[in-house]
């Protein structure tokens, strides 16, 4: 029997509706999707985009009505934006759908609307009162960021081997494999202390963690710069990094098109788009719409509901 899974359609002013209308047949043969939009909401999108609404198409009656401007930054697709993500995830705390499929949101847009999170994973840790991992990738590799929305100046601040020792363990309680690699901070790793001495820090925390766990899951500190190369990806399918670009740029580089976010270490299981609202091309005509991370991120909810009802 299909999943019900709650997809919140992201900000109206980019690519996001066009991406499930255009989807709506192939996720349907996934699971069973409930998109959090209303009505009056999907007929503007749609005329918009002259595409035709799928029969039998599921909504949730996420409040709200505005104008639509493509590609604009705005308080109101902000704030329907993020209704839309709260009642995704409302529908899967009272167990009405098994997972949420969250659409890009615009930050400013949030931040117009007055809604006090940087991000999807920043709401989902207050919701929750939970240390939400954020983890991005595809089945041939994924990458999980020890931090994540911050300035690079205080990356350094944030390498702590009790608070890095609690993050491994939550990231193995998590995922299943016992072969991660764990990047260092510095360049050549800080060769020995000459480049900095946040490797210490790190690599004490890759030994408590496996200590721990009485084995070796744990690998690293890894010289950064050798991480992503073929030889490397070929030892590991996770990767722990230590700031956002240092994980995310060669992964994206590598694998934009198929890549996801996956949101780890809460009670709902939450996957997303691993991608932004699109607002160069949101509601433009000929030109190809890329739907791979979107169709994978659907998969991938599909799979971890299996994975949970073992």
Not at 16 to 21: A, K, V
Not at 134 to 139: P, T, V
Not at 265 to 272: A, D, E, F, G, M
Request: net charge positive; with cysteine; proline share 3%.
């Amino acid at each position: 029997m299909q999943p019900k899974i709650a997809i919140s359609v992201g900000d109206l002013n980019g690519i996001g509706i066009e991406l499930i209308l255009k989807n709506h047949k192939k996720i349907s043969k996934l699971c069973k999707p409930v998109y959090c939009i209303n009505k009056d909401m999907l007929i503007s999108c749609a005329n918009l985009l002259n595409i035709k609404i799928p029969k039998n198409i599921k909504l949730y009656n996420t409040k709200g009505k505005f104008k639509v401007e493509p590609s604009k930054e705005k308080k109101a697709s902000g704030k329907y934006s993020y209704n839309s993500f709260i009642d995704g995830i409302n529908l899967c705390k009272s167990n009405k759908t098994k997972a949420v499929v969250t659409l890009p949101i615009n930050k400013k847009s949030w931040e117009k609307a007055g809604i006090n999170y940087v991000g999807h994973t920043d709401a989902l840790r207050d919701i929750f009162k939970k240390d939400a991992i954020m983890m991005l990738g595809c089945q041939k590799l994924f990458v999980a960021l020890y931090t994540e929305h911050i300035a690079l100046k205080d990356v350094a601040k944030q390498i702590k081997t009790k608070k890095l020792t609690k993050f491994l363990l939550d990231f193995y309680a998590n995922i299943n494999s016992d072969n991660i690699a764990v990047l260092a901070l510095n360049p050549h790793a800080s060769d020995n202390g000459v480049l900095g001495n946040e490797e210490i820090k790190i690599n004490k925390a890759i030994k408590k963690a496996n200590k721990i766990l009485k084995k070796e899951v744990f690998k690293g500190a890894l010289v950064p710069d050798i991480a992503f190369t073929p030889n490397v990806r070929k030892q590991y399918n996770y990767m722990i990094a230590m700031y956002h670009d240092q994980g995310l740029a060669p992964l994206k580089a590598l694998y934009f098109d198929k890549s996801i976010n996956v949101s780890l270490n809460l009670p709902i299981i939450r996957t997303s788009v691993d991608h932004g609202t699109a607002f160069d091309i949101a509601y433009k005509q000929n030109r190809k719409l890329n739907s791979k991370s979107y169709i994978n991120a659907v998969k991938e909810a599909v799979e971890l509901i299996k994975n949970r009802s073992k």
